[in-house]
Structures are given as C-alpha cells and as structure tokens.
C-alpha cells in the first residue's frame, strides 16, 4: 500500500485549495442570490449548499490545515465553517438578530483581513472583500434597505471569485507545464 493511500503523508497534505473551493462556492451562491439577479430566489436559498460545502466542508478543511500547523487557515476555515452552519441552521431570525450576527462574523472576517497581510494580494481580497460584503449585508438588514444588502451581495459574489480563483490556481499551478493562472 502506498505511504499516501495509508495516510502517512496526511500531515504534509494541503488542505487550502479544498477549504478556499468551499468558502469559494458558497460565497458566490450566498452573493448571487443576495443580488436577486436570478428571480424567486433569495440569500436562504443558499442554506444547504451553506451548511454542507460553507459548513462541513470548510470546518473539515479547517481542523486539516490545523493538522498541518498552518494557524491561519486552520482558524479561518474552521470559524468560517462555524458561520455557514449556524446561519443556514438557525433558519429565519429577526432583522436585529441577523444584522447583529453579520456584524459579529464581519469582526471575525476583519481579523482574518488583518491576519492575512504576509498571505499574498489574492488571500488579502477574499478576506477583504468577505468582511465589506458582511458590513453591507448587515447595514441592508438592520435599515431595512434592500440596496444595500445587494451591494453586499455583489461583493460577496466576487470574494467568492476570488477564492475560487485562489483555489483553482493552486491546484493547477505548474501542473500544465506552466502557471495556468498567476497569483501574486
């Protein structure tokens, strides 16, 4: 059996492009229906895509990066996995309740903003744009002003593309010959 299939080398794995594909994925649905681009769809659409892909999967991809020694990812996976579940678990709650959870994990999305300043331009903009999109939304919901919960919709889509972007370089880089997508 080789050291891999036996999971010798589970300590040196890697999982950062698994837990960006996942904050990746479901940012871009949470942003996209937050939009209401797409008709009779709304931010709560996104709940089971949230808590599997945002939720279990991130917080797995987490405590790996954990395994790993790498803090950041390691905190950022697993408290933004926490995230997805509770808010697709919690199912509707009132404005307050939810303006004041947005701004909670907006703080938590700034640290991981501020944490991120050694981990590259693209790590930065997820974690950025993460917080912006969470400070919209909560502004949206707390004043009842649906453009503003748009706006963050927007800009969670593109934090999202971001993290997919991210995820997708890293899988592929050199795998091709070449850098397929660069990233600084």
Same mark, same amino acid.
């Given at each position: 059996?080789? $050291?891999? &299939?036996?999971? #010798? $080398? &589970?300590r040196s794995a890697d999982a950062g492009p698994l837990g960006y594909l996942a904050l990746g994925l479901t940012l871009l649905a949470y942003g996209l229906l937050g939009t209401g681009v797409l008709s009779g769809t709304s931010v709560g659409g996104a709940s089971s895509l949230a808590h599997l892909v945002g939720g279990v999967t991130? *917080?797995? #991809?987490?405590?790996?990066? *954990? /395994?790993?020694?790498? /803090? *950041?990812?390691?905190? &950022?996976f697993t408290a933004l996995g926490a995230f997805w579940a509770t808010w697709a678990a919690a199912g509707? #709650?009132?404005? $307050?309740? &939810?303006?004041? *959870?947005?701004?909670?994990?907006a703080l938590l999305a700034l640290t991981l903003t501020a944490a991120s300043w050694g981990a590259g331009q693209l790590t930065r903009a997820v974690y950025g744009l993460l917080t912006v999109s969470l400070v919209l939304s909560a502004i949206g919901v707390l004043s009842d002003a649906s453009g503003w919960g748009k706006v963050g919709g927007w800009v969670a889509a593109v934090a999202g593309l971001a993290a997919w972007y991210s995820a997708t370089a890293d899988l592929t880089g050199g795998r091709w010959g070449k850098v397929a997508l660069p990233v600084k």
């Open positions: 059996m080789s $050291n891999e &299939a036996s999971g #010798a $080398n &589970a991130l *917080f797995v #991809a987490g405590l790996w990066q *954990f /395994r790993g020694g790498d /803090r *950041f990812s390691g905190t &950022a509707p #709650a009132g404005k $307050n309740t &939810a303006g004041l *959870f947005l701004l909670l994990w």
